[in-house]
C-alpha cells in the first residue's frame, strides 16, 4: 500500500481553493447575466434566458468538481504513487 504524499505547502492550497472561488464567481455571474440581466431588456425568449442562466450555474459547479479532482489526481500522482 502506498504512502500518502507531502503535504504541500499552505499556501498551494489557499491557492487552489482561491482558483475555485474564481471558477465559480465567473460562471455564477454568467448564471446571474442570463437569468436577470438579459430578461430585462426582452421578453421574448425571458424562460429561455432563465433556463439558460441555471445551466451556467450548474456548469460552474461541475466545472468547479472537475478541477477538484484534476487537482486530486495531480497530487496523488505527484507523490503517492512510489
Known sequence: MPSPPEPQPLTDYVADGARIA??????????AFFRYGV????????????????IFVIIGVLNALLYIS?????YWRDGGGE
Open 70 to 74: 484534476y487537482r486530486t489526481v495531480d
Open 22 to 31: 474564481a471558477i465559480l464567481i465567473i460562471w455564477a455571474a454568467f448564471g
Open 39 to 54: 430578461t430585462e431588456f426582452t421578453t421574448t425568449f425571458e424562460r429561455v434566458f432563465t433556463q439558460l442562466g441555471g
